[in-house]
T-cell receptor, first 115, second 113 residues
Framework: ETGVTQTPRHLVMGMTNKKSLKCEQH?????MYWYKQSAKKPLELMFV???????ENNSVPSRFSPECPNSSHLFLHLHTLQPEDSALYLC??????????????FGAGTRLSVL | DQQVKQNSPSLSVQEGRISILNCDYT??????FLWYKKYPAEGPTFLIS?????DKNEDGRFTVFLNKSAKHLSLHIVPSQPGDSAVYFC????????????FGSGTQLTVLP
């Protein structure tokens, strides 16, 4: 496997469910990101992890809980979501230092539907 | 308020002609700019970038131009090919927050055969 892999690709969940999104990168990067993309809107940065420490949390509701156990894996734990949380969730990775940190590489995303 | 704007949601171009995608930004602290391409059911893929110390960067058929005084950048694709049909996102980052990319809302490019 190469690049950034996200699972599952599609997820349907009820508002009382608990689920997790998984992201794995095989690029040797040490920074990872979660983004949300809603229809007709720009990508919204949710969380940034650099060297396994959370460095950014852009006012994301607590029903979204990230976890970064190592530099290759990133999770987004979901619980008691709302229908407006339905969106495409994208994971990305980059180098944590130098100019290369500007270039982020994305997974294919998880299409989430909350019923 | 959106700091990175792509005012054209869609663009159609004939195969072989030039495609010009535009992007405007408002934050003068941005110093690095990127273009990403996205096909349906795939994540955005990095295409080309430019730092604020340059006004042009070229990579094959793709050229990005930066006009700092106008806070405007553009992506030129020449010649355009049907496989270039995708959504193109402009993104920007700034000194001190280089990890934060601010994206535009995207432009759907359709290259007609």
């Amino acid at each position: 496997e190469t690049g950034v892999t996200q699972t599952p690709r599609h997820l349907v969940m009820g508002m009382t469910n608990k689920k997790s999104l998984k992201c794995e990168q095989h690029l040797g990067h040490n920074a990872m990101y979660w983004y949300k993309q809603s229809a007709k809107k720009p990508l919204e940065l949710m969380f940034v992890y650099s060297l396994e420490e959370r460095v950014e949390n852009n006012s994301v509701p607590s029903r979204f809980s990230p976890e970064c156990p190592n530099s290759s894996h990133l999770f987004l734990h979901l619980h008691t979501l709302q229908p407006e949380d339905s969106a495409l969730y994208l994971c990305a990775s980059s180098q944590a230092r130098g100019y290369e940190e500007n270039i982020q590489y994305f997974g294919a995303g998880t299409r989430l539907s909350v019923l | 308020d959106q700091q990175v704007k792509q005012n054209s949601p869609s663009l159609s171009v004939q195969e072989g002609r030039i495609s010009i995608l535009n992007c405007d930004y408002t934050n003068s602290m941005f110093d690095y700019f990127l273009w990403y391409k996205k096909y349906p059911a795939e994540g955005p893929t990095f295409l080309i970038s430019i730092s604020s110390i340059k006004d042009k960067n070229e990579d094959g058929r793709f050229t990005v131009f930066l006009n700092k005084s106008a806070k405007h950048l553009s992506l030129h694709i020449v010649p355009s090919q049907p496989g270039d049909s995708a959504v193109y996102f402009c993104a920007a980052s700034g000194t001190g927050s280089a990890r934060q990319l601010t994206f535009g809302s995207g432009t759907q490019l359709t290259v007609l055969p």
